[in-house]
């Protein structure tokens, strides 16, 4: 059994283990707080709203009653604790160094076991991922060759394009692409991905993105709304807010337009726009809509729909 410990208690970091749970057929066991127990999980190193997973050894209470399993030499191990803070998080540590097997090494450890507060419970899981924001910097839109001030953060990418439940090998499609920040994140996930964008300047953008991490999609020049090809398991996009963006007509039609046109491509729409779009999603079946704030002053909703 795999232990995830989610970033938040929000709906967000819940929806998306739940996605990928679905996708890859594995099974929730349990939820409380930031716990969620999955049978398998073997998707987590995807998540991006996670903070990290493991095994799950055995749940025992504070006082750390452990099993024979840490009677066998551990030595190179560290601990880390989730749900305790300060003198408290330091007792917990030290009481389990006290109690395992082995030599610790902190700076570079061989395994680390995590103790994960539940009520009076504790979890001991043996890590097997962890988010590293360094990573998600490395990708952040400043740090890509081209710039565009629409861009989506990585994170924020790599979440939609995980609540379509999409799978490596399957194709995506994203048809307001930009400067590709959809198609970075699908790609290092295995997933086939395709993208279209109106505007020359940012096709070629996002290609020289996906080229510096050397990852590979589809990049097309064209108005997505007289485009004519194919099929995708998902189509996962950020929609063109006005202003910036060449829209053709008001903003409603435009879109009400887009999402017809969608209808025939794919069974399953993530999309992410400036209001909660459920009116002008006619034809699909809305399965989620959440309000998230980008940051301080900008709001976006997400819109989980498929047919
Ligand atoms: C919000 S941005 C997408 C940002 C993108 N997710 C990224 O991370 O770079 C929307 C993009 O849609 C493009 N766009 C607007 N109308 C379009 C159309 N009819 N067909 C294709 N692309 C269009 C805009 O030029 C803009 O780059």
Redesign the pocket.
């Known amino acids: 059994m795999m232990l995830i410990y989610l970033s938040g208690v929000e709906r967000i970091p819940l929806l998306e283990v739940k996605a990928l749970v679905d996708a890859y057929n594995d099974k929730i066991m349990g939820t409380r707080g930031r716990i969620v127990l999955v049978e398998r999980g073997e998707f987590v190193p995807r998540l991006a709203f996670s903070k990290m997973a493991g095994e799950v050894i055995c749940k025992t209470t504070r006082e750390l009653d452990l099993p024979d399993y840490f009677k066998v030499d551990h030595t190179g191990f560290a601990v880390e604790t989730w749900g305790v803070k300060g003198k408290e998080s330091l007792k917990m540590k030290i009481r389990f160094a006290d109690k395992i097997k082995g030599k610790p090494n902190l700076s570079s450890p061989k395994e680390v076991f995590d103790l994960v507060i539940d009520g009076d419970n504790v979890w001991i899981s043996r890590r097997v991922w962890e988010n590293d924001p360094k990573e998600f910097m490395k990708r952040d ?1 400043k740090a890509r060759p081209v710039f ?1 001030p ?3 953060k990585p994170k924020l ?1 790599r979440l939609l394009v995980n609540l379509s439940g999409i799978k490596p090998g399957e194709r995506l499609l ?9 198609l970075i994140e699908a790609s290092l996930m295995g997933i086939d991905a395709t993208g ?4 020359k300047r ?1 096709a070629d953008g ?1 290609r020289k993105n996906l080229d510096y991490y050397r990852l590979k999609a589809n990049v097309i020049n ?4 007289e485009w004519e090809d194919g099929r995708f398991d998902a189509i996962v ?5 006005g202003r ?5 007509g008001d903003m409603e039609t435009f879109y009400k337009n887009a999402f017809k046109k969608m209808e025939k491509l794919s069974k399953k729409l993530v999309v992410m726009g400036p209001m909660d779009l459920s009116s002008l999603l006619d034809g699909w079946e809305l399965d989620e809509v959440v309000k998230m704030r980008v940051h301080k002053s900008l709001d976006r909703w997400i819109h989980v729909c498929s047919r």
Do not use: H, M, Q, R
């Open positions: 839109p565009n629409t861009s989506l990418a994203d048809p307001f692409c930009g400067v590709g920040g959809i279209i964008e109106i505007d940012w996002a064209a108005d997505f709304l996009t950020d929609l063109p807010y910036s963006s060449k829209l053709k």
